[in-house]
């Protein structure tokens, strides 16, 4: 079956910093993999997602992600973060045959002035 | 656009009581999904269903029920309340036929229960 490890619990970073948050999947074949971002009190809205083609595949307000079959990985990544994007940030693995998707236990990011 | 509508936002039960939440979406969705998120475990799926009447069990499907009587409906049952259990319980909705995997989740902003 397909998992996803986020191995940062929580990232604090500066207001105009860069930001990766780090995403490991384990799935035999080609995974589709997604990002989704959790406001306070709200529930999960999709930044983006992967299924084939360029490895680097862009979001919304600025996100992109990068695929990497070789390490498993889909982290994700921002020039210069904002303080509305502190957040809980998840990532998720499925495949077009498969019935659910699979998330991670989520990264608390916050952004500090 | 959509949304998704999760009722009661709070819920709060005493041990042993059988809750129940629900869940109303309006993209005319065909799969809706049930996860509960617990701080630090991220989301689980306890329950799905592909179509109206049709049920199928998660990860976490132990001491739930569930019910779909109309496409843009799903209902959870805790059979049981656990004491001193807290969660937050969130419906989901995709286009997926068939409920493959690979579509989009749309979520509702979810039911907080608290089980005194």
């Known amino acids: 079956a397909q998992s996803v490890t986020q191995p940062d619990a929580r990232v604090t970073v500066s207001e105009g910093a860069s930001l990766q948050l780090r995403c490991k999947y384990s799935?035999?074949?080609?995974?589709?993999l997604f990002w989704y971002v959790q406001y306070p009190r709200q529930g999960l809205q999709m930044l983006l997602k992967?299924?084939?083609?360029?490895?680097v595949v862009q979001g919304v307000n600025g996100f992109e992600a990068e695929f990497s079959k070789s390490d498993s990985s889909f982290h994700l990544r921002k020039a210069s973060v904002h303080w509305s994007d502190s957040a809980v940030y998840f990532c998720?693995?499925?495949?077009?045959?498969?019935?659910?998707?699979?998330f991670g236990t989520g990264t608390k990011l916050q952004v500090v002035p | 656009g959509g949304i998704i509508t999760q009722t009661p936002k709070f819920l709060i039960g005493q041990e042993g009581q059988k809750l129940t939440l629900k869940c109303q979406q309006n993209?005319?969705?065909?799969?809706m999904y049930w996860y509960r998120q617990d701080s630090g475990k991220g989301l689980r799926l306890i329950y799905y269903?592909?179509?109206?009447?049709?049920?199928q069990k998660g990860d976490l499907s132990e001491g739930y029920d569930a019910s779909r009587e109309k496409k843009s409906s799903f209902s959870l049952t805790v059979t049981s309340a656990q004491k001193n259990e807290m969660a937050v319980f969130l419906c989901?909705?995709?286009?997926?036929?068939?409920?493959?995997?690979?579509?989009?989740?749309?979520f509702g902003s979810g039911t907080r229960l608290t089980v005194l």
């Open positions: 989901a909705s995709s286009i997926a036929p068939g409920g493959r995997g690979a579509e989009t989740l749309y």
């Open positions: 799935y035999s074949a080609t995974p589709y």
């Open positions: 992967y299924y084939s083609g360029d490895p």
């Open positions: 998720a693995v499925s495949s077009n045959s498969g019935t659910y998707q699979r």
């Open positions: 993209f005319n969705h065909d799969t």
């Open positions: 269903s592909i179509t109206e009447n049709d049920l």
